[in-house]
Structure formats: C-alpha cells, structure tokens
C-alpha cells in the first residue's frame, strides 16, 4: 500500500506537525508499505519529498523531517483524480506526473490542517485519508461551535463567552462584555483562539488589564475568541479511534510543571509536563470519562481518531469536557499513542488500524449517489 503522509502546514503548529510526522514515518512498516513525503511550507504550497529524506528520519533518532522546496517537485491536487490521478507532481524536466497513493495521513495540526480544510480537498481529489470528515473536522476545530454541538445534547462543558472581531472593534460593546466577565466569572479567567490548537494565542488574565491584553493576543489568531473560567483543575484526556464501532482507551492525566499546559510544555520542554497513564482515578471514574469521551465523539460525528480533553474541578470533583482534537499530537512525549499503547495497541499497530478505518470510510461513502 502507498501511503502519502502530508505534514507542516500553512499553521502556527507548523513546527509541531514535523515532530508529529517523523514519529508516524519512523513507524509505518516500509516492508509492507511505500512512503510518499508530501511538506507543505507555511505559505501554503505543496512539495513532494526525496525518499532519502524518509531514510534520513528513520536511520536518526534525533532526526526531523524536513521541507526541501524544489521547483520541479510542486505537488498539485486534481479534483475527481483519485487514487491514480489525484496527486501529480508538476516538474519542469518531465511535465506533470501522477502520484498514485491508496491512501493520505494528513499530519497537520490546527488552521488547514485539521479545519476541515485538507479534508474537503481530498474528498473533491477523492482519495481516502485518515481523519474525521468535512463537517466533523470544521466543527471540532471550532471550540464555540463544538461546546454549543455538546451542550445540545446534555454533556457538560465548562461556561464560556465568545467574543467576535466586530465586538473588538466596538468599544462600548466590549464595555458589556468586561462586565460580563467580571458578573458571571471571577479572575483569573483564561483566554484562548476558537480556531487554534496547541494551546496557540491561549493566555491567563489576573485582572482587567490582563484580559485586555490577552483578548488583543488571541485575536491575532483567529477572528473569534472564548473566555473561560478558570478552573482548578486536574486536566484528564482520552484516545479514541473508530467510524462506527468505537473504542475508548485507558484515560491519562496532564500534570504540568507550567503555570498551564502550554505550547512549550506540549512540545518543546522534555520536562513541561508529568503523565499519568492510566490517570490516578478510581475504576468507576475510570469508566465515566471513556463513556463520555465515546458520547463526545459520535455527538460531533467523528471518525478514524480524536483525543477528548476533559477537566476535573479540584474543588467539587465535578467532570467537564474541555475540546477536542480530531488529529492530536504524534510526538513521541503525546499522549494520544501513550493512551491507546496503555490498552495494548503499540503505535505501529495504531497507524495500520487508521489506515484501515480511512479506507473502509472511503469505501462506504463510495456507495452512496452524488446525482441521479
């Protein structure tokens, strides 16, 4: 099988998803599988990649990949193409050429990469990919629109305010929404992008001229934004994979050493965060959080994979969903693997299993009519 796998991205998590795709090449199974490196530069623009750039990353542990920006190894994506004609590589020494591959593992975080925006292309180019749809992913990615997806249909999630770029722009309006802040809140309060994952443009506010500062942060980001109590808590995630028949694995628990669980102590500081697995909760806690995570999921019509993030009040115990991530992070410090290895499925075995569901998803959508 031919497995395209696209990372990088045109994302503030550009960084990250280099990290995330070495881990997943050095563990596809180049016996069973060939590797095609598509890199995607933070302008957006497509490359197809020197297999000794895949040899580099698996003969090196400490290794990243790379993105090489040859003029002769511009990636385009034909709509209608599939499998045989979606991709073709556009060089100047032999014209066009077609990429056949079975299947793609987008390893892209956040802004179009996890947006709903790679998925939509693919699904136009009509080739399988690993991943939640259309829908699912925009959605997902949407923190607004996710916890309104939750709250419909009775899961409980943490209170929040959205504040939109024209209310920004609006003094008297943001006027309102500090006294909004201030009536149903009390300070610190957390301020975080809806459309932004790793943690990207989140800040904590002590005061009002923390909040300000942090609302001007998180709006370089995104055209919208939440603000969240915030929570003592103890921060609780779990794996799941599946299209129809769905598994939750063994929940583990963030411990950061930061003042919150950051971009640095996600990514970058080996000592950012301890992690628990399973986490330190009792058998029927345990049980509660995989049940919720399963509901979280079908209620936001996933697919393939998704890490649900929840949060436990240290003051009364209470259980919140926080947000979801449709392709969590593959680093080797991620807990997303850590999880699904903690139930006995090894990270190889893992990647074969989404690789499965992306094609049998593909399949069954084949059948359905697209006109009459």
């Known amino acids: 099988m031919t497995i395209a796998v696209l990372y990088g991205g045109k994302t503030g998590e550009h960084e990250v998803s280099l990290l995330s795709a070495t881990s997943v090449v050095r563990n596809i199974d180049t016996k069973k599988h060939k590797i095609l490196l598509i890199g995607i530069t933070k302008t957006g623009r497509w490359y197809l990649q020197s297999n000794n750039e895949i040899k580099r ?79 699912a992913s925009a959605v997902s990615m949407d923190k607004e629109k996710t916890k309104q997806v939750w709250e419909q249909v009775g899961l409980p999630v943490v209170p929040f305010v959205c504040v939109r770029r024209y209310q920004k722009e609006n003094d008297a309006e943001m006027e309102q929404i500090y006294k909004q802040v201030e009536r149903d809140f009390t300070y610190p309060v957390f301020v975080k992008p809806c459309c932004a994952g790793s943690s990207v443009g989140a800040s904590k506010a002590v005061d009002k001229a923390a909040l300000e500062k942090a609302i001007a942060e998180a709006f370089l980001w995104d055209e919208k934004i939440l603000i969240e109590p915030c929570i003592q808590a103890r921060e609780i995630e779990c794996s799941v994979t599946g299209n129809d028949e769905l598994v939750a694995y063994t929940p583990g628990e963030i411990k950061p050493s930061h003042e919150f ?63 979801v991530n449709t392709i969590p992070g593959f680093t080797s410090i991620s807990m997303f693997s850590k999880m699904c290895e903690a139930s006995g499925l090894h990270y190889s075995q893992l990647i074969e299993k989404l690789l499965e569901l992306a094609i049998t998803r593909f399949k069954k959508r084949k059948q359905l009519k697209t006109s009459r």
């Open 261 to 323: 669980y950051d971009y640095e102590a996600k990514y970058t500081d080996p000592n950012g965060a301890a992690l628990l697995i399973p986490a330190d909760l009792d058998d029927s806690r345990l049980r509660e959080v995989r049940q919720l995570a399963v509901k979280a999921y079908q209620a936001l019509d996933l697919s393939g994979l998704s890490r649900v993030d929840f949060f436990i009040d240290k003051t009364n115990d209470r259980l919140y969903l926080n947000e």
């Open 57 to 135: 990353v698996k003969n090196d542990e400490k290794a990243i990949l790379k993105i090489q920006t040859m003029s002769d190894m511009v990636v385009s994506v034909v709509p209608g193409g599939g499998t045989d004609g979606g991709l073709i590589v556009l060089g100047s020494e032999f014209g066009a050429k077609n990429l056949p591959v079975d299947v793609i593992f987008p390893v892209l975080h956040g802004t179009y990469g996890e947006d709903g925006c790679p998925q939509g292309l693919l699904e136009m180019a009509e080739i399988p990919y690993v991943g939640g749809g259309v829908m």
